[in-house]
Every structure is written in C-alpha cells, then in structure tokens.
C-alpha cells in the first residue's frame, strides 16, 4: 500500500509541489505550522530514519541541498529556518514515509518545550 506521500509524488494526489527531481519531491505542508511549511520527501519510500541504509546516503544528503534551494527561493535562506525530521511514535511521525520538514518565515522559539 502507498503512502500518502508516494500518491502525491506520482501525482495521483493533489498537493502543492514546489520542486522535484527524480530523487526528491518538495510539497506544501497541508496543515502549516509556520508561513514557510514545505515537506522534503525522498520518492523512494523509506519508512522511518531507523530504516536507512548505507545505499539512501546520496538521496538524505541531497535533501538538504534541496532544502537550502527552496529556502533560498522562499527568501528565508538569510534571516534562518528550521529542518526537522521526526522518527516513529516518540519523535511525533505521522506519516511513515521519511521526511524533512522546513519551516520558517517566522521567529520558531524553543525547539523543545520544555519538559515540566
Ligand atoms: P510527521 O508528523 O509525520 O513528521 O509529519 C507529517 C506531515 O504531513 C504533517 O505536518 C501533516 O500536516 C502533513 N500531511 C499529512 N497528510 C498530508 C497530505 O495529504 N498532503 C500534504 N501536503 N501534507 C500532508
């Protein structure tokens, strides 16, 4: 079964996709958290950051140049932003197909709530 992610990278899905290369796609966040909210996604479906192997090094390490090109584009690259990459149940994934989160375009505070 194909992630959500995977539909929206074969375009069988609607989202609002501002690049893709045949190792990435970069779409909208459907539910922003911030005014930039793009998410990075490898089109290979890796499941979690626990599932990476040796061989998913060139695509993890391109993501973050992609990452700085949308940045860049957006106009966040000088004033800073935020990548985030969450991992399973603990780390708040939702969706089990590796992705990177920039965010930005606002001042983002703590990266952690503090923990009371
Ligand atoms: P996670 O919690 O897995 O790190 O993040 C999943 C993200 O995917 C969330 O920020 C959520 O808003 C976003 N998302 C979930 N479903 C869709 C969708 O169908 N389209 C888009 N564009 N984003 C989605």
Request: charged share 25%.
């Amino acid at each position: 079964m194909p992630t959500i992610f995977s539909r929206i990278i074969a375009r069988e899905v609607r989202s609002d996709i501002v690049f893709q290369d045949e190792r990435v796609t970069a779409f909208k966040d459907i539910n922003p958290q911030a005014p930039v909210h793009i998410l990075i996604v490898p089109n290979k479906e890796i499941a979690t950051v626990d599932d990476v192997t040796p061989e998913d090094e060139a695509v993890l390490g391109h993501m973050f140049i992609v990452a700085r090109q949308i940045a860049r584009d957006l106009g966040i690259g000088n004033k800073g932003y935020r990548l985030i990459v969450n991992c399973k149940d603990d780390g708040g994934q939702e969706i089990y197909h590796l992705h990177m989160h920039l965010v930005g375009g606002r001042r983002l505070g703590r990266m952690l709530p503090r923990a009371d």
